[in-house]
C-alpha cells in the first residue's frame, strides 16, 4: 500500500512513528540516542538545518548575560518579556502559522512579504516549520505527528531534531511537492540537486546571511531606541521565547491529556485545548485552530483577544494584504449556536414532555 504524501515528507526517526500500528512512545535513552544522531555534523553534512535550530538560540543566550550583568533593570526585563512573549509570538502566529502554514491571507506583493518575514528578530526558519506543521494537522496526537504530545515532553521538546526535518532522500516529484508548500513564503528554494547535497529546501548560505542581517538590524534598531541596555534585554529575552516555543504543542495539547471541556472546545479529532495564556498573548486559540484551521484568527468568542488577527488587520489597512479567509460565522453556524440550543434544551426538560405528550 502506498505510503500518504504527508506520512513520507518527514525523516522518520531510528525508533520509527509506530509498532504494529500503534503509536510508539520512544524510551529517553532512544530519544537521546537518535538526537545525537541527528546532529553528528561529522557523519553527515546534511545535519546543517537541525544544528543551527540550537545554534542560534544558544547566540542569543549570551545578549542576556550582558544584560543581566551590565544593564539590568526591571523596567527593561518587562520590555523584553513583553516583546518576546507578544511581538515574536503574535508574528510567529501571524507569519509562520497562519501565513505561511494555513496560507489564511494573501499578501499584495514582494515588498510587503519581505516587510512580513522580518518584523521580528528571526528565530524559527520557515522550513523545520511549516513541513511538519502540514504533517501534525494530517495526524494530530497519531503515529506520524511529529510532536505528537501523548509521546511526552521530550518527545515534542527535540522534535526540532528529530522529527520535523523532511527526508533526504525524496525522489524529484516529492520534492517538488514539499517545496511547492513553500514557494510562498518568499524564500529561496533549493534545486533538487542542492537538495540532494544538503538534504534540504533551504541553502544553509542564504538561511545563514538572512539570519546575520535580521539581527544586524534589529540590534542596530533597538540599540539607536535605547543603546545596549535594550538591544541586549530584548535580545536575550528572545532566547527564553526561542527554547519556550518547543514546548508550545506539547502545552497546546494539554501535555497529551483529553482534558477538552464541553462548550470549550469544539474540534474532537486532536487532544488542542483553547489554553488562555498562549490565546492572550499570541491569539494562539488552538483547538479553535484545529476546528478552521485556514481560518485568519481563531478567536471567535467574546473573551478570546486575538492579537493576531489585529495585527493581520493593521497589516491589511497599510496595503498590505488583499484577502483572508475568515471562518468565525462558521463556527458559530455550525458548533457554538447548535451548542447553545442544545444547551437551552436540556435546561426546559419539563416543555420537552409536554410536546412530546401534545404530539
Not at 460565522?329 to 416543555?351: I, S, V
Amino acid at each position: 500500500m502506498a505510503v500518504p504524501f504527508l506520512l513520507r515528507v518527514l525523516e522518520e526517526p531510528g525508533y520509527g512513528w509506530s509498532r504494529d500500528g500503534v503509536a510508539y512512545k520512544p524510551t529517553t535513552k532512544e530519544i537521546f540516542r537518535e538526537w545525537t544522531s541527528r546532529m553528528n555534523i561529522f557523519r553527515s553534512r546534511k545535519a546543517w538545518l537541525p544544528i543551527m535550530g540550537w545554534l542560534w538560540t544558544l547566540l542569543l543566550m549570551p545578549f542576556a548575560v550582558v544584560f543581566l550583568s551590565q544593564y539590568f533593570r526591571w523596567s527593561l526585563m518587562l520590555v523584553g518579556f513583553l516583546y518576546a512573549m507578544v511581538v515574536i509570538g503574535t508574528h510567529g502566529t501571524m507569519y509562520l502559522h497562519r501565513y505561511s502554514t494555513h496560507r489564511a491571507y494573501k499578501v499584495r506583493n514582494g515588498f510587503y512579504l519581505f516587510i512580513l518575514r522580518n518584523l521580528t528578530v528571526k528565530i524559527v526558519p520557515e522550513e523545520v516549520y511549516v513541513v511538519s506543521h502540514h504533517v501534525h494537522h494530517a495526524f494530530s496526537d497519531k503515529a506520524g505527528d511529529p510532536y505528537n504530545a501523548t509521546n511526552g515532553f521530550l518527545y515534542c521538546f527535540l522534535a526540532g531534531e528529530l522529527h520535523q526535518p523532511i527526508r533526504r532522500d525524496m525522489p524529484p516529484a516529492d520534492y517538488d511537492r514539499v517545496a511547492a508548500l513553500l514557494r510562498h513564503t518568499g524564500m529561496r528554494l533549493n534545486s533538487y540537486e542542492e537538495y540532494q547535497r544538503w538534504g534540504s529546501i533551504a541553502h544553509p548560505a542564504r538561511l545563514i546571511g538572512h539570519y546575520l542581517l535580521n539581527w544586524a538590524f534589529w540590534y542596530a534598531a533597538f540599540y539607536a531606541i535605547g543603546g545596549h541596555a535594550l538591544a541586549t534585554a530584548i535580545f536575550g529575552w528572545s532566547a527564553v521565547w526561542a527554547v519556550g516555543i518547543r514546548a508550545h504543542n506539547y502545552d497546546l495539547h494539554a501535555f497529551g491529556k483529553d482534558r477538552r471541556r464541553e462548550g470549550i472546545e469544539f474540534d474532537r479529532s486532536s487532544l488542542a485545548v483553547n489554553a488562555f495564556w498562549p490565546g492572550l498573548v499570541a491569539g494562539e486559540w488552538h483547538n479553535h485552530h484545529h476546528l478552521f484551521p485556514q481560518s485568519v484568527r481563531a478567536g471567535f468568542l467574546w473573551w478570546q483577544p486575538d492579537i493576531s488577527f489585529a495585527a493581520i488587520r493593521l497589516f491589511r489597512l497599510l496595503g498590505g494584504v488583499t484577502e483572508w479567509r475568515d471562518f468565525k460565522d462558521k463556527f458559530f453556524e455550525r458548533h457554538y449556536n447548535p451548542y447553545l440550543a442544545g444547551q437551552r434544551t436540556l435546561t426546559k426538560p419539563g416543555e420537552l414532555v409536554a410536546e412530546t405528550d401534545a404530539e
